[in-house]
Nanobody, 125 residues
Framework: VQLQASGGGTVQAGNSLRLSCVASGRSLESASYTMAWFRQAPGKEREFVASVTWSGSSIFYSDSAEGRFTISRDNAKNTVYLHMNSLKPEDTAVYYC?????????????????WGLGTQVTVSS
């Protein structure tokens, strides 16, 4: 499966962005992939942001994303979204979408076999 992330940009603190990740090559629903967003800030390791299981029944967020970000998926469109509200300068990073065969909560990047190219999010103060 190939993943393509988009929707990044430069916004002021307090504003919102919606990232999209479109999958091609295989149906996310039929493959029952767990989908996730990770991010990597300059000089830092890549970190887990949010994940959603194939059915959408299990959703998890990092502490920094909880309450501000919402992950969702539209299996009919083979797309996963990350709605980000109340953005802060510390949210500045390259955001990556990823797919895992784990079919459960999977916060570790080693569990994700498929990655898209990242999309840059820059939040100015």
């Amino acid at each position: 499966v190939q993943l393509q992330a988009s929707g990044g940009g430069t916004v002021q603190a307090g504003n919102s962005l919606r990232l999209s990740c479109v999958a091609s090559g295989r149906s996310l629903e039929s493959a029952s992939y767990t989908m996730a967003w990770f991010r990597q800030a300059p000089g830092k390791e890549r970190e887990f942001v949010a994940s959603v299981t194939w059915s959408g029944s299990s959703i998890f967020y990092s502490d920094s994303a909880e309450g501000r970000f919402t992950i969702s998926r539209d299996n009919a469109k083979n797309t996963v979204y990350l709605h980000m509200n109340s953005l802060k300068p510390e949210d500045t990073a390259v955001y990556y979408c990823a797919a895992s065969d784990a079919r459960r909560y999977a916060p570790s990047e080693v569990e994700y076999a498929y990655w898209g190219l990242g999309t840059q999010v820059t939040v100015s103060s």
